[in-house]
């Protein structure tokens, strides 16, 4: 991603898949607390050049070691601006565009409540997170809504692709029936 500007109140940093980028909105703090402007669409293009138009909220809680992902959806393709309220969570994403540099690789940046750091995810990429607290509050904005008839998931565990989850020693993500039964990445459509 080549268009990213300086701006006063975000600073937009690209992942090692340039167009996932780390977005950090700017945090005004004194002794009372602090506040920040988690989203602003003029500000949001104005730093990054994507003019995008948010249509669903998502909000998850989930326990520690708790995995959801890695999901995306064939049709009605969303794109993603996910952040952290309350705890932590590593979050990955998996450049499935055939025309893509980065086909096929993957990114992990960790969110939390304190970094204030939220991602950008483009269509085209399987989605998912791994709660390193406690307990974790995530939410996402979507570019379009939820299509459950076209929902895709990739094996979170696919030797290929490789994710290092970060999991402590001896323990096991907790998963649902969807995501223990993920695609292997051969079998997985992509973009």
């Known amino acids: 991603m080549s268009n ?3 701006h006063p109140k975000i600073v937009v940093t690209p992942t090692s898949i340039p ?3 780390v977005i950090e909105p700017k945090v005004f703090g004194d002794e009372r607390g602090w506040f920040t402007e988690a989203f602003n669409a003029q500000d949001f293009l104005d730093a990054t050049d994507l003019n995008v138009n948010f249509v669903q909220d998502n909000h998850s809680f989930s326990h520690q070691s708790t995995l959801r992902g890695m999901h995306y959806q064939l049709e009605e393709t969303q794109g993603k601006l996910v952040r952290v309220v ?3 969570v590593y979050d990955v994403s998996v450049d499935l565009r055939k025309s893509s540099s980065t086909y096929g690789k993957w990114v992990g940046v960790e969110l939390s409540a304190e970094n204030h ?3 950008w995810i483009p269509k085209g990429f399987a989605h998912g997170f791994l709660s390193l607290s406690t307990t974790a509050e995530f939410l996402y904005k979507t570019t379009d809504y939820y299509h459950p008839q076209s929902e895709v998931c990739l094996a979170w565990d ?3 692709v490789g994710i290092q989850w970060p999991l402590r020693a001896g323990v096991s993500p907790n998963l649902n029936a ?3 039964a993920g695609l292997s990445w051969d079998q997985a459509p992509k973009f």
């Open 158 to 160: 696919d030797s290929s």
């Open 19 to 21: 167009d996932v980028l």
């Open 178 to 180: 969807k995501d223990s």
């Open 4 to 6: 990213l500007k300086q």
């Open 117 to 119: 750091k939220q991602l």
């Open 86 to 88: 309350s705890g932590a």
